[in-house]
């Protein structure tokens, strides 16, 4: 697997309390993982937050650090707590209690693909589950915690804009035929992880460069917002699904011919959201 489940860049100058990241755009899909899989590269890649890396890669242009993932989500799943462990996957794993992510496979080591494709011919030894966590979860998250804190610090606040995406038709059954489909949805876990004038503050930005926004349904937040959003120590963080079907095909996994458009939009969202949550004290130098 790759030397680091993760890049970071910085912007030449911290000035604002804004956190962009990806946690599930990795696509280092290695040898040693694909042999152990029946699926082709194309199916294991279904899972994948495809491209989101590339539609945000501009934020440290307007200060704020950008913190993406590189490895798969199919091999560890960055928005899960360390404790989803599959005991359907894992050897030596105990059922501790009914979770609906790890029952459907898709905990922190998933045991499944888009579509309930299983990922293995076989089982995982815990060892080598608990590998994967210390190589690639662990610093994933204490690099996170460590930019989140870095912007607290020097602003008094700090906001994670979590970057995902989402298949075109996680809103059939929540979308009224008669109702405008939003191609964003903001997950703030009902109020729970971020301010709700933070939350209107990147929705307008959202609605400013011609998006569709809507608001936890389907998707409310995982653990990252969970963890990482406390509004009463004005840390707030919220999870931003895109409707992958703006962007790409997807059938192919392949941009489409309004990628550079979307890409633009986003550029454009990110900016506004870091000039309006720029920083009233003494920036900080970028290492």
């Given amino acids: 697997m790759p030397r680091s489940g993760f890049t970071l860049t910085r912007p030449d100058a911290l000035t604002s309390s804004v956190v962009c990241a990806s946690p599930h755009s990795g696509r280092d899909y290695t040898w040693s993982f694909m042999r152990r899989s029946a699926l082709s590269e194309l199916t294991m890649r279904s899972s994948e937050d495809a491209f989101v890396d590339q539609l945000i890669e501009d934020a440290p242009r307007f200060g704020a650090p950008l913190l993406t993932a590189t490895v798969p989500r199919a091999f560890v799943?960055?928005?899960?707590?360390?404790?989803e462990l599959d005991p359907a996957l894992i050897d030596g794993v105990r059922k501790s209690g009914y979770n609906p992510r790890?029952?459907?496979?898709?905990?922190?080591?998933?045991?499944v693909v888009a579509n309930s494709r299983a990922i293995y011919r076989g089982k995982l030894s815990h060892v080598e589950?608990?590998?994967?966590?210390?190589?690639?979860?662990?610093?994933?998250?204490?690099?996170?915690?460590?930019?989140?804190?870095?912007a607290h610090e020097s602003f008094g606040t700090a906001l994670l804009m979590d970057f995902h995406s989402m298949p075109h038709e996680a809103l059939?059954?929540?979308?009224?035929?008669?109702?405008?489909?939003?191609?964003?949805?903001?997950?703030?876990?009902?109020?729970?992880?971020?301010n709700s004038d933070v939350v209107d503050l990147v929705?307008?930005?959202?609605?400013?460069?011609?998006?569709?926004?809507?608001?936890?349904?389907?998707?409310?937040?995982?653990?990252?917002?969970?963890?990482?959003?406390?509004?009463?120590?004005?840390?707030?963080?919220?999870?931003?699904?895109?409707?992958?079907?703006i962007y790409m095909d997807e059938e192919t996994l392949t941009p489409n011919a309004n990628f550079n458009d979307v890409k633009q939009a986003l550029t454009a969202v990110i900016a506004d959201v870091c000039e309006m949550r720029r920083g009233t004290s003494q920036p900080?130098?970028?290492?």
């Fill in 102 to 111: 790890v029952a459907s496979g898709l905990g922190v080591i998933p045991r």
């Fill in 203 to 245: 929705e307008a930005a959202f609605a400013s460069a011609g998006f569709k926004v809507a608001r936890n349904t389907p998707f409310a937040g995982a653990y990252v917002t969970q963890t990482y959003g406390r509004p009463s120590r004005q840390q707030h963080a919220i999870q931003i699904e895109i409707d992958r079907s």
């Fill in 77 to 83: 799943d960055l928005n899960r707590s360390v404790d």
């Fill in 172 to 194: 059939d059954t929540v979308v009224r035929a008669s109702k405008d489909r939003p191609n964003v949805v903001l997950g703030d876990r009902f109020g729970a992880s971020a």
């Fill in 129 to 150: 589950a608990r590998k994967r966590l210390t190589d690639y979860w662990f610093p994933y998250h204490d690099q996170l915690a460590s930019l989140l804190s870095e």
């Fill in 284 to 287: 900080v130098a970028a290492e």
